[in-house]
């Protein structure tokens, strides 16, 4: 057991102690109002913690006392002291703004959330405890209001609302008192006797996991509507119980609640860490995520996103790619320049930089464009956490103050976690003035109501609140009077009117004739943000007919984002008719958002609608393309009956018939696939092409789920011999996995015909082993011998695995240890996936020798699966001749390293390895790189050198989460590990080194196991040492320092280069160099990825030259993405030597390029001359008032 | 890991004891007139928000404290907000039956001598609809308590109170929950175990509740708990005057306290890092966890002394 903590204890919880704030507090409070409040408290809590430490001493050192505190050298890093002028002195601040500190320790303590209260005090919550209570620790945690009196913009008054608190991670002052999130409970909190103290606690909610305490319940925040919303993250398990009934939400999501009805939905699902929520002024929703990289987040009702449970398709944020970001604030009010209200400010809290970003709306979908930084630090301890706009107008930041932010990764006792410090910084406009706060409790009726068209959206939502505590007769009349009054004339008509049907909302009265006039308003927005508040009056205003009736018209709004809602609000009513309803959407255009809509809409209401599929009553039904749609959304075996009838009765297009074969291989039964295997067979009036295509499917989907069509396929035989090639093969395929016995001697005789093809071969060889039998075993054997194809032995080999393991391995050690054989990493692969497999290939290495090469491929291999396989690897190692792998660095030595890596390393050099490692192939920067290990984009700025020492040299050693392996086991005896990517009623959804997305049913696995990290060890053996110091140097600049930052421009990341290949060259000098622009076979295009800044270095493109060009030539190609058609602006550099063509068709190089391109994706190929070209390539999209569309680069790998 | 093996022997022993003098004192019926808490006694409350909520409050087991005189009894609340008897809420990451098997691992580990059992608000939601399944699933998990051979009190869910607009008006909840309430009374009237109806001892009326024992028509306020106390006793078959809360107060405080503690153990936070899937991060931090048990054992003597010194003067309900 490995318990350093408590040996290191005597330090760390000492430390812990005397750092908590209240001791400090009696001491340096010279500000703070109330100092005693502080102090017994924390004479209190010094007591419970000494009483902790003796007895964790005690019975601790028992059993530890010989264990090495492993972190203590770690300590040796290089934590800059607390010190607000430097910190202030550390600040970049944009142009045209100030920051100054508004509140710091002794005030407040690593601050994570905080709103205003109408009385413009600051309510901040802030824990000591977290991330892990000590045994016998109090839950001491508080909540803090602080005000800045005389209003220099700096707090002089503070005072402790509650101190007995477990880990608050949210707070929000309103309902007479303070709703705030305690672990598993929220609670609302009251003083009741005018001390300023809480006195008085009401368990609002409780239920909420708290499997991690930086997941659980977080971000309380009041809505345009009078409904609270909070947030939970991943891991998180809530079982809420309300007199409406219990309410679940398992993973990540958003809540909305009611207090005074106790109301409480699911507003949205998924994200990792939705640390961020906010809307804009029309009411729609946008969120963040602290550990997703998508950056902005639009979200309608029902939305899911990633990690979202159980369901198997999610959306999308409006900026993949960008680094992580905690809380979200829409910037409003006069105190701000023009052009940043409306504006969105997030925290890259890795990164140390607040982020603004301008979303602007298109036809139903929005485009979000990250604007220059706000404010950006060199301190790392600077962890901006959440952003609020202040009563006065500026902008208020919490920073949490931490070296440390892991969670998990870093043990939770580590000395370098602060527990004392924390600010809030104010950022102004130089030279603007600031916002008048009014007086809410003073103001009438009609003056909160004249609030409600204020410039600040903060005193519109306390406007609406404040409502609720007065006379309800007069507060319904005088909104009636306000609505009379509106001018029609003026340009916030429309605004105003929708403001005063929320504010009937927030005090909880219908107003169905106000709803009716603002569902016909002229403007989108406002329509759509009525049919929202019509799906939540539904039960009071409409019967269900009359309901349905309006929502089937409003799904046929002329504005895509007006049919997005009230394809969600259908849902209200479960019914055939909803479904008809939102369907009527498709005969317009549909984007990602309405289709996402619509496809969780016929997911939410199957029960419904699919028993009238083949009926007459759905007039979607009728259309093929429609009804195929609905039927693919429902993604489960209840929907294959309609399938298998659509696939046979109804004419479909190529890509249809596709589609619908996938679907039905996906979930139907024996005799479901039989149906629909007759009809791929006996469909000779169908092209070879596409029959095999469509055979291809069903095999591959047989073949994951393990089952046998029902039916006639002994037609498989005719193809066998006489089709063309392609459905040769699929037809090759299907007799295995079907084990058709009719062909078996058919089989043998391809098999071992040295003159057929190997592509016809191989096949053969799976399929005779999935077959099995002593005939098929003993040809499996003699093909394994060096006179046969090293293709055809592979195949050979992996074919003999599952009946003949021992002897496959014989045979595999054989080959490996001849050199030159080619790349075994499909046999390693195959010896992995079958059940015992690796431990037969290690046995047969046992005292064997094989090539070096190889053995380094086979510890690659095995390494990152995600298994652990210490004795495969050893005995690869042994076999190759390597030696011992490196199981741990000591304490001295990895503080070595890490000095050497300040001292020597070398980031622009780094680089260089990073590509040379190739590590994009699974880590991204900008979004440009896979996905299967974490985003490296502002690595620097969350993680400390150690630990990114290690995470290379033992990658199994802290994983961060989501990148978990899972070790999964079939039925079948085969052996699938990759990261999790979620779990659907019926299938396990993996990403995998080969796969972005490999289904795995349910019923067909055997087991599941927690594996280790898929990144292989000892990725970096290859490096010298120097090497690795810059590698680690780099990692450890990412986002951290403007060089290695990724910044905010949108540029080509992922490209496509031409590598330089004789054939390509020939083929290009042949045919000219133009042939480039359209694809060819001897083209084989391979990625690429431009550095951190965006830019493409030119020596890292391949120059194809042939002997008679007088020059060289680069081939560059990327592409880019819209919702919609228009015109997007492109600035290319250089310009000379380059040539861009989009779609095929040149674009000319001048200034900004307005380029026209339509929805989709547009193909972009790049020739460059390389006598002319100048300087590296870097393409960008950029703002021009020419440009109608916002498109984004397609990143990825 | 079983985080009460220090007192398990102890507690065994005094309860073979106990067992003995009860079988030689009467041939006693199976199913009793009223229950009593002797020493040895561990008192194990499984449920779901209506017992979780008693962690808080403490009201249930400072009164039946104050009850019963004899020093030696204990309680461990085991109840989980939103939990039924599938101890669905009790999954996390893992499945439905997984969170089954862990409700009886709770229970286990707990090693009672005596459960309160208080299921069915959460499945009465489900109406007439899922009474069959709630019965199948009460059965099964009564018939799985079973092996811990702890006497079982069945305790019906309460009603909902009439708190008036914009809450629900609960008249037609209730019917579900008096529906659920005549199951569970069957299910102990079959199984001779004894049935403590929450909806008869805490009655409500159609009308709006003027003193409500709820804040929200459905979840108890502390001094509700207060009544909930004496529902409880009074349904365990035990007339007491109403007992002097503020003589409690100590009493109820320290129970409070080892309720907190206790809390922390069986449902440690960031338990994915402790004992689930990331283990190999902080798993080393599972040690610390067994570092509370002496301080609940503090806590449980705190509770006792207390106890006693009530108890010295005469006991709270003797004068």
Known sequence: MNLPIHVASGKTLHDRQVSMRPISAVVELQRTQSPFEGGSRGMLALGRRLRTLAYMVSLASISLALAIPAHAQRSLLNVPEANTEKELAAFTVAEGFEVNLFASDPMIANPIHMNWDDQGRLWVVGSAVYPQILPGEPASDTITVIEDTDGDGVADKSSLFAENLFIPTGVAPGDGGVYVTNSTEILHLQDTNGDGRADRTRVVLSGFGTEDTHHIVHSLRWGYDGLLYFNQSIYIHSHIETPHGPRTLNAGGIWQFRPETMELEVFARGFVNPWGHHYDEWGQSFATDGAYGEGINYVFPGAAFVTAAAIPRVLQGLNEGTPKHCALEVLSGTHLPEDWRGTMITNDFRGQRVCRFLVTEQDGSYVSVEQPEVLRSTHVSFRPVDVKMGPDGAIYIADWYNPIIQHGEVDFRDPRRDHEHGRIWRITAKGRPLVTPPDFDKLSIDGLLGLLQAPEQWNRIHAKRELKTRDRAETLAALDKALAGLDPASPDFENARLELLWAFETVDAVNPKLLDTLLASSDHRVRTAAVRVLSQWQSRLHDDDAYLDKLAALAQDTHPQVRIEAIRALIRVPSAKAADAAMHAMDQPVDRFLEYALWTTMRDLKDQWLPEADGNRLAFAKKSDQLLYALKAIDGPEAVASLVRLYRDRPLTAEQQREAVTAIGAHGDAKQLGLAAEQILEAKDVEPGQRAALLRDLVEACKRRSVRPDGKVSSLAELIKNAPDELRVAAINAAGVWREESVRATLESLATDVSTASALREPAIESLSAMGGDSANAILESLTKSEQPAEIRVAAIRALIPSARESAAKHAVAFLAESNQGNPTPLYEAFLKSEGGIGALTAALEGATIAPEASKIGERVVSSSGRKEPEAIAALRKAGGLGEAPTELSPADLAAKVEAVRTRGDASRGYQQYRTLDCAQCHSIAGSGGNLGPDMTSIGGSAQVDYLVESILFPGKAIKEGFHSLVVETKDLATYSGIKVNQTGDELILKTATEPELRIPLDTIESQEDGGSLMPVELTSTLLEQEFLDLVKLLSELGRTPDFSAGTGRHVRTWRVLPDTDAATDYLYESRVEAAIKSHETLAWIQGYSNVKGVMPLEDVPALKHSYWTTSYSFLQFTLESDSPGKVALAVAPMDGLRLWANGKPVELAGTILLDIAAGATDCKLIVDRSNAKGNIDVQLVGDPGATVSAKFRGGR | ?319
Not at chain 2, 71 to 95: E, K, P, Q, Y
């Open chain 2, 1 to 319: 890991m079983n985080l009460n093996t220090r007192t398990r022997g102890r507690r065994r022993f005094i309860r073979a004891i106990a067992m003995l003098l009860l079988t030689i004192a009467c041939a006693a019926p199976a199913r009793a007139d009223s229950i009593a808490l002797s020493p040895g006694d561990r008192v194990v409350m499984l449920g779901a928000t209506f017992v979780e909520r008693e962690v808080r409050y403490g009201c249930i087991e400072a009164m039946l404290c104050a009850y019963f005189q004899e020093s030696g009894i204990t309680f461990r609340n085991l109840a989980w907000s939103g939990d039924t008897v599938f101890g669905d809420a009790r999954a996390g990451f893992d499945t439905a039956k997984e969170g089954y098997e862990r409700l009886l691992k709770h229970v286990d580990d707990a090693d009672p001598t005596i459960m309160l059992v208080s299921y069915g608000q959460n499945e009465s939601f489900k109406g007439k609809d899922g009474l069959e399944e709630f019965e199948a699933g009460m059965n099964r998990l009564l018939d799985d308590l079973a092996k811990n051979n702890a006497r079982i009190v069945l305790v019906s869910p309460a009603l909902h109170e009439n708190l008036g607009p914009p809450l629900p008006d609960p008249a037609e909840h209730n019917e579900d929950v008096r529906r659920y309430t005549k199951a569970i009374g069957a299910i102990a009237e079959k199984r001779d175990l004894y049935f403590v109806d929450m909806t008869a001892l805490l009655p409500v009326t159609k009308e709006i509740a003027r003193s409500p024992r709820t804040d929200d028509g459905m979840h108890f306020t502390e001094s509700g708990y207060w009544d909930v106390a004496a529902a409880l006793l009074k349904g365990l078959g035990h007339d007491a005057p109403p007992p002097d809360l503020e003589r409690l107060a100590p009493l109820r405080a320290a129970i409070v306290e080892k309720n907190r503690l206790f809390f922390n153990v069986w449902r440690a936070q960031n338990d994915t890092y402790i004992y689930g899937f990331r283990k190999y991060e902080q798993g080393g931090h599972a040690a610390e966890i067994p570092l509370f048990l002496p301080f609940i054992a503090d806590q449980e003597k705190q509770i006792a002394a207390l106890r006693g010194e009530l108890h010295g003067e005469k006991g709270l309900n003797a004068q």
